[in-house]
């Protein structure tokens, strides 16, 4: 896999968390819904290069992310979020600068987790439609956990459609 569709992920997955909503939607799925963000923005940007994401695909994508999640972004995330309120005896201006630092290394884990999720795939260049991007969306999200929170899936895909980085019109 060359580092163009790796980079092209990258920069689509940045582009479209900061697009009006789809933050909230993607922290909501995570939060909420125990599903896996880089996961599941992996499955629209492949339908989205014209990708159908087969059961070895999906499954090797959940294998790779989950591996990430529980050994390396997990662990950051908790930290970082554990020393977000006051610390007695730690200066803020220092725990801050120590939580940015974590923030960088946990945005750099995710970076890390879907330079490997885009290696899996070989991207056709032409999108996928609205079924397909469900089809990946849905297929990820059981990969990833026994619940699969459909409504929400099917917010983020219709959020990601309305703002341009997927090629359907939602209903």
């Known amino acids: 896999m060359s580092s163009f569709w790796t980079n092209s992920f990258w920069d689509w997955a ?4 900061a697009a009006e909503g789809i933050a909230g939607l993607c922290l909501d799925l995570q939060d909420n819904h125990g599903q896996n963000v880089p996961l599941l923005l992996f499955s629209q940007w492949a ?6 994401l087969d059961e070895e695909t999906t499954e090797a994508a959940a294998d790779i992310s989950r591996a990430w999640a529980d050994h390396v972004v997990g662990p950051l995330r908790a930290i970082r979020r554990q020393i977000k309120g006051p610390i007695g005896d730690i200066e803020p201006d220092a725990k801050h600068r120590v939580r940015e630092q974590i923030k960088s290394a946990e945005l750099l884990a995710e970076r890390e987790q879907m330079a490997s999720l885009a290696a899996l795939i070989l991207p056709t260049g032409s999108a996928a439609g609205f079924q397909q991007a469900q089809n990946n969306l849905t297929r990820v999200a059981r990969a990833w956990s026994p619940v699969v929170p459909r409504n929400r899936l099917t917010a983020l895909s219709d959020a990601l459609s309305e703002r341009g980085f997927l090629s359907y019109t939602p209903d």
């Open 47 to 52: 339908a989205s290069v014209g990708v159908a």
């Open 14 to 17: 940045v582009k479209a968390y």
